[in-house]
């Protein structure tokens, strides 16, 4: 598995078990996932081994929550926050300045983007680095399919190998500081 991780942060951002492709000439990657429901803190009874309707009377037991996003939010902890267009721009302008070559070119290729921001949700690494990346993430018509957009440069690549050899690889995916390949 590969993942894709904030060159400021170190956060991961997404991994390639999702459609991955090349956009605005090859400024951006765009990252295809699924809106999701997921339910929280339900335990079933047999797992524990209770019996529910002898314990407390119906109704009393533990309260279960759903929650409903994007899955590369989700599965990578992603945090939102809000911007404005002025906001993002200066942002981006920022981040990006220190990349070489990434403001070469990028002004016209990035006109599209920032064009159909209003319809983008916004999404920071894990930690909310202040100077980390920040990911769009639109939704298709059909408000099944998500897709998540980042810049390219901004990005790089760690491998994660052999998720049963340790617990510390599978909860930080070889991405963990404790963590040494």
């Known amino acids: 598995m590969v993942i894709y991780q904030d060159l400021t942060s170190h956060n991961e951002m997404f991994s390639n078990i999702y459609k991955i492709w090349e956009i605005a000439g090859g400024l ?20 524990l081994g209770g019996n529910a309707s002898a314990e407390s009377p119906e109704g009393k037991g ?6 409903t996003g994007g899955d590369i939010i989700m599965n990578h902890h992603l945090q939102g926050t809000s911007l404005i267009k002025g906001a ?26 920032l064009a159909n921001l209003k319809n983008h949700q916004f999404s920071v690494g894990e930690n909310m680095h202040p ?6 993430l639109d939704h298709r018509e059909d408000g099944v ?3 998540l957009t980042s810049f390219k440069e901004g990005l790089e690549m760690g491998k994660c190998f052999n998720l049963e050899l340790s617990p510390v690889i599978i909860s930080g995916c070889c991405l963990s500081s404790t963590h040494q390949d």
């Open 28 to 47: 951006c990657l765009e990252v295809e996932g699924k809106m999701v429901s997921r339910t929280q803190g339900n335990t079933d009874d047999s797992l």
């Open 62 to 67: 533990p309260k279960s929550t759903v929650i």
């Open 88 to 113: 993002y721009k200066k942002h981006v302008k920022g981040d990006m300045n220190p990349i070489t070559g990434f403001m070469t070119g990028a002004a016209e290729q990035i006109e599209p983007i």
């Open 131 to 136: 100077d980390g990346m920040v990911a769009m």
């Open 145 to 147: 399919i998500s897709i």
